[in-house]
């Protein structure tokens, strides 16, 4: 990889996984066959406010942002783009001579990652897990893409705000109506943090592996473990699966463009996912 210099722009990424995120090898691989002078490189919040002050005065040419700071951070910027506006939440931030631009990514990597299994959402039966950021931008992606969703949360009235704002005649409920739609539902898709390595919930399931059947398609948003418990039991019940690591590449994918303004090496970035997903 080429030196630094004064001419180089910095990538940043703020968020709680940025001493365990693989994002860094992904995009700086693409950076370096392409010749850019950039890098991508992680930053330690402690101060919010403070921190997009200084990716504004220290000239920082963009950023990701992960949990906790996806919605936190939309006071601070001064425009968003019409995607993270309706979504309510950002996951990159764009300097655009000054002035930082929240944009949101998740939604259509959602959707790609999906696209890979089943091209066509139109009137599909969806279930959607959870109602926090990542969960809007893919809920209103589904809604864009025609299906027919059903939004459900622990907390009932999370899942039924979301359905209102997503409109379009999607539907909510708690994790009681399992039972009820499974059976006749097309798509899964997880996006709570239930099975996610690290936490109180690692090694768990959000959905009881009776419910799952071969008909089935579940996609699991959670990248680590590679095959979360919820993953590992559709495999075991003959569904088809859908990777969290799938949906992190195609919104890298997305945002590498915001990033830079070239179109991204795709495979470059998958094999370097790879690498890191095996170290």
Known sequence: MT???????????LGSTYRT??????????????????????????????????????GIAAVGVTIPYKIDIIPFLDELDADARRIGAVNVVVN?????????????????ALAEQMPDLHGRRIVLLGAGGAARAIAFALHDAGARLTILNHTPAGAAGLAADVGGGAAAGGFDRLPELLPRSEILINTTPVGMAGTA??????????????GLLVMDIVAKPPVTALLQAALDR????????????????EKFHLYTGVEPPIAVMEAAMEEGKRG
Not at 246 to 252: C, E, F
Request: aromatic share 8%; glycine share 14%.
């Open 96 to 112: 655009r001579d000054g002035r930082l631009i929240g944009g949101n990514t998740d939604g259509r990597g959602a959707r790609r």
């Open 238 to 253: 003959g569904c088809p699966v859908v990777y969290g690591s799938r949906m992190l590449l195609w919104q890298g994918v």
């Open 21 to 58: 995120s693989k994002m860094y090898a992904m995009y700086n691989a693409a950076i370096e066959v392409l010749g850019l002078n950039f890098r991508y490189v992680p930053f330690v919040v402690d101060d919010l406010e403070q921190a997009v002050n200084g990716l504004r005065h220290l």
């Open 3 to 13: 030196g630094i210099d004064g001419e180089t722009k910095l990538i940043g990424f």
């Open 201 to 214: 919930a690692a090694g768990q399931s959000p959905v009881p592996t009776r419910l799952l059947h071969p």
